[in-house]
């Protein structure tokens, strides 16, 4: 007999059930990355400046807070405190999970991305530096900080190398979701 379907995947390498499910309804659809799907993709993230990034606490709870980020292309990049929550779990685990979208009083209208990926410290001076002179360009309207930008030394800068990216487009149908591997 065999056993049931827990929708969970066991590490065998198989997808779980529960996944097969949701794919054979639509709602998740796989593939490739292509040209148009990029497109979308770096059109949200230009869009936007602010992510929920989800990272992984000692005690295995979730850690989810907004931060403000930067991209060059697909790599995403975000600064945060030397010993926050964030630096901390990310320095026990790389594996982060963002989210990217905006508020719609339209429930048809809703987009945004979803991501898994790993975040990586920025060592690089050269780096780093380019990623600070990024982050103010995100605000353009913004007024001038009331302080000087931190230096490197003075924070934590993380890179985010996306594996897989969800977008959300609920235009083309409720809950409809472009499931692509990077």
């Known amino acids: 007999m065999d056993p049931k379907p827990s929708g969970l995947d066991l590490g065998q390498g ?4 529960l996944n097969q499910n949701v794919a054979e309804r639509s709602l998740f659809r796989r593939r490739h990355m292509d040209d148009e799907i990029r497109r979308k993709i770096l059109a949200l993230l230009d869009q936007h400046r602010i992510m929920t990034v989800a990272t992984l606490r000692p005690d295995g709870w979730p850690h989810a807070t907004t931060v403000g980020y930067v991209n060059e292309g697909l790599t995403l990049y975000f600064l945060c405190g030397l010993d926050s929550q964030k630096a901390r779990n990310l320095a ?8 990217i979208d905006h508020d719609t009083a339209d429930l048809m209208a809703i987009t945004g991305l979803s991501m898994a990926g790993r ?7 050269a780096e780093a530096d380019n990623v600070l002179r990024m982050l103010p360009l995100k605000y353009p309207d913004a007024p001038p900080l009331p302080m000087k930008m931190p230096s490197p030394d ?3 800068l993380f890179r985010i190398t996306p594996t897989v990216i969800s977008v959300l487009d609920y235009s083309k ?10």
């Open 14 to 17: 198989k997808p779980a059930q």
């Open 154 to 156: 003075e924070i934590r």
């Open 92 to 99: 026990c685990d790389d594996r982060v999970s963002l989210t």
């Open 119 to 125: 975040a990586h410290a920025v060592i690089e001076r």
């Open 173 to 182: 149908g409720f809950g409809h979701t472009d499931l692509v591997t990077c």
